[in-house]
Each structure stands twice: as C-alpha cells, then as structure tokens.
C-alpha cells in the first residue's frame, strides 16, 4: 500500500521517525569551500511494506571561511544568497571566516502540512544536523521557510521563530516579510 507524501497530516509528519539522505554537489567555480546539498528528509509509515517516505526537501549551500571568500562564494550562486551574506556580515557581523550553511529552502511535500511542521523540521533534524556536522551558523530568509504562507502562516512562523528558537533576527524597515534574515548561533544551539 502506497502512502501519498502529499497529505500526510501534521500529526503523521510530526509524530514520525525521520531519517535523511542527502547529495552534495561541489562549485565548480570555487577550488575549495563551497558546496551545494540537498538534504531529504524521509519516514516510514507502514511497517509491514516498509516503503520510504519523502517527507521534505532542504536545499543548504555550506561554506567554509577558511577556504573561501564566504560574500564572494555567496554572491556567485545568487541574488538571495548575496542579499543573506551581506546582512550577515554588515548586520549581525558575523566571523567571515566560519563555517556557515545558508538554508535556501524548506519545501514540505504534504499539501496538508502547516508552519509549525516546517519549524519542527527545522528545529529537531535540520539544525542538529549542521550542528552535528561542524557548522558555526545557520542562516535563512523568512521565504526559505514560509515562501507561499498566509499572513496566520506567517504569524506563527515569527512567534516559533521568537519564542522557540534561540535566534537573532532582522527585518528592514523597508523589506517585506519574506526578505527577514535568520541567523542560528549554532554553538549556542540546543536541540
């Protein structure tokens, strides 16, 4: 029996043991420090047929300020990237030379599926993980979590985001909701 990803319900996402798969793709621009993953995040439902189930997508790019010019390296990938760099280094005036994972995007496969799923996600697999592998910050835009949200979406969001998770923000005067930069001190990380 197959198992739609695309209505599973908050609880089943919830409630479920994640586990995760990932590809790593190496910049073909930059020698050394760059690289791209995608992160699957996947469950199982039905013991008896043991079938994978995608769960969520996380598109990471990982740098390393040893080795490469982390604003440059941003600024190669793309507009969102380099907006994120600058407001880390400018803004929250981070160690260029960290090792930084810049979350690009959150994608949930379930229709069903609300933001405190999303936050879930974020707060008990994809943050351990990078802390797990050696990285000093985790940094995203709003949109990298909740592209597509309501403006209660986006509530919730900002309230998980405030209350929930030990994290620094900053929303210009002028941007909108989406352009918010997020930044995870993950050696102060708690899972």
């Not at 994290?167 to 995870?184: A, C, D, K, P, Q």
Request: charged share 30%; glycine share 4%; with cysteine.
């Amino acid at each position: 029996m197959s198992v739609n990803n695309k209505y599973l319900t908050d609880k089943q996402i919830q409630d479920a043991y994640i586990f995760m798969d990932g590809t790593f793709n190496k910049s073909t621009e930059f020698d050394h420090g760059l690289f791209s993953e995608w992160l699957i995040l996947k469950t199982i439902l039905d013991d008896e047929y043991e079938e994978e189930i995608e769960v969520a997508k996380v598109n990471l790019y990982l740098f390393n300020g040893d080795q490469v010019d982390f604003y440059e390296a941003a600024d190669s990938i793309d507009g969102d990237q380099e907006f994120v760099a600058s407001r880390l280094l400018n803004v929250f005036q981070i160690d260029p030379l960290s090792r930084i994972a810049i979350i690009d995007n959150l994608f949930v496969n379930s229709e069903e599926a609300t933001a405190k799923t999303k936050i879930k996600l974020l707060n008990e697999q994809i943050l351990p993980y990078l802390y797990d592998r050696g990285f000093d910050y985790a940094a995203f835009l709003n949109a990298s979590i909740c592209y597509k949200g309501s403006r209660l979406e986006q509530e919730i969001t900002d309230d998980a985001f405030e209350n929930e998770m030990p994290m620094t923000r900053e929303i210009g005067e002028s941007e909108r909701w989406g352009e918010g930069v997020n930044l995870v001190d993950l050696e102060e990380y708690k899972s």
